[in-house]
């Protein structure tokens, strides 16, 4: 079944040009069914690439998902054209008394800051601190997945020595666990950060629990005991050419920056990359939209 979205959305023609299933508003009002509402609070600089890679995820499943995109009204975009953000964005001005079954807090690129130091830092809290009364299930990403941990269960943030960069082999802690259901024992996922949490800081909280990790990575998927909030640390939604499009970014503007790990064949980054993880990466977003979301959601969310 298919994602709705609006019909002039960018992300709209992309995917439908992969043969993936995206519903009209005008069909989706024709059937008589309550799709999953799931809000999207896009923190990246390159909101048109990073919202379609992640309706790419959502589509691929048996439910009727209409997606809301969300954006900070502390901190405008200075990458995105501000037509796109009128046209397909709303603020949370406009959202806060409403309920939803599903939200996904995106990434960002600022690890390196303080999260106080973070322009919409406050915004960002009154959102997270809102989506415990407003959202069934909340999937934080990256930085946002560090940020939701320091807000919600005071999990810091440590710097790391360099750049964690490439693409790293995981392994499944609670294999029972629904979120990994379907998974191989390991399993590959990219990241890109500078910062990570400790896995002595999630274990010290009775509430958090580590259901992935990595020997190289470190933490990767942390959970809370009542699954109403999940922690990605890597990005599984990245694009075949995602990293290298970051790596050559870089090297043009003349920064020290390491070829991504175990990523281009033979780290030759003439080559294409060899893409590992994204039969992974899809298969964690739908079983978060199946498990988390659709199973146990209320069908009135006014209950939420």
Same mark, same amino acid.
């Given at each position: 079944?298919?994602?709705?979205?609006?019909?002039?959305?960018?992300?709209?023609?992309?995917?439908?040009?992969?043969?993936?299933?995206?519903?009209?508003?005008?069909?989706?009002?024709?059937?008589?069914?309550?799709?999953?509402?799931?809000?999207?609070?896009?923190?990246?600089?390159?909101?048109?690439?990073?919202?379609?890679?992640?309706?790419?995820?959502?589509?691929?499943?048996?439910?009727?998902?209409?997606?809301?995109?969300?954006?900070?009204?502390?901190?405008?975009?200075?990458?995105?054209?501000?037509?796109?953000?009128?046209? /397909?964005?709303?603020?949370?001005?406009?959202?806060?008394?409403?309920?939803?079954?599903?939200m996904?807090?995106?990434?960002?690129?600022?690890?390196?800051?303080?999260?106080?130091?973070?322009?919409y830092?406050?915004?960002?809290?009154?959102?997270?601190?809102?989506?415990?009364?407003?959202?069934?299930?909340?999937?934080?990403?990256?930085w946002?997945?560090?940020?939701?941990?320091?807000?919600?269960?005071?999990?810091?943030?440590?710097?790391?020595?360099?750049?964690?960069?490439?693409?790293?082999?995981?392994?499944?802690?609670?294999?029972?666990?629904?979120?990994?259901?379907?998974?191989?024992?390991?399993? /590959?996922?990219?990241h890109?950060?500078?910062?990570?949490?400790?896995?002595?800081?999630?274990?010290?909280?009775?509430?958090?629990?580590?259901?992935?990790?990595?020997?190289?990575?470190?933490? /990767?998927?942390?959970?809370?005991?009542?699954s109403?909030?999940?922690?990605?640390?890597?990005?599984?939604?990245?694009?075949?050419?995602?990293?290298?499009?970051?790596?050559?970014?870089?090297?043009?503007?003349?920064?020290?920056?390491?070829?991504?790990?175990?990523?281009?064949?033979?780290?030759?980054?003439?080559?294409?990359?060899?893409?590992?993880?994204?039969?992974?990466?899809?298969?964690?977003?739908?079983?978060?939209?199946?498990?988390?979301?659709?199973?146990?959601?209320?069908y009135?969310?006014?209950?939420?």
């Amino acid at each position: 079944m298919p994602i709705r979205i609006p019909d002039s959305l960018p992300a709209r023609a992309v995917l439908e040009g992969e043969n993936i299933f995206v519903m009209t508003e005008y069909r989706a009002m024709h059937q008589d069914i309550r799709p999953l509402s799931v809000l999207i609070l896009n923190l990246m600089p390159t909101k048109i690439v990073t919202e379609t890679q992640i309706l790419r995820k959502l589509s691929n499943t048996p439910l009727q998902i209409q997606v809301e995109l969300l954006q900070t009204s502390s901190y405008i975009s200075r990458h995105t054209d501000e037509t796109h953000l009128a046209s /397909f964005y709303t603020t949370f001005d406009q959202v806060k008394d409403r309920k939803y079954d599903g939200m996904i807090i995106t990434g960002a690129p600022v690890e390196n800051m303080e999260f106080d130091q973070v322009d919409y830092w406050p915004e960002l809290c009154e959102i997270m601190t809102w989506s415990t009364t407003h959202v069934h299930s909340t999937l934080h990403i990256c930085w946002g997945a560090q940020a939701g941990l320091y807000h919600h269960h005071g999990v810091a943030k440590h710097s790391l020595p360099h750049k964690l960069f490439g693409v790293y082999e995981h392994r499944v802690l609670k294999p029972s666990s629904p979120l990994f259901r379907g998974f191989d024992d390991r399993f /590959f996922a990219p990241h890109s950060r500078y910062t990570q949490v400790l896995p002595r800081d999630i274990l010290a909280r009775p509430e958090l629990e580590l259901v992935a990790d990595s020997e190289e990575a470190g933490v /990767f998927a942390v959970k809370t005991q009542d699954s109403r909030r999940f922690y990605i640390m890597g990005h599984p939604e990245y694009d075949p050419d995602t990293l290298a499009r970051e790596y050559w970014r870089d090297v043009d503007k003349g920064l020290d920056i390491a070829v991504p790990a175990h990523y281009f064949p033979g780290d030759d980054p003439t080559q294409p990359p060899i893409v590992r993880w994204r039969s992974a990466g899809q298969l964690l977003y739908t079983n978060w939209l199946n498990y988390y979301v659709y199973q146990t959601t209320p069908y009135d969310l006014s209950k939420v």
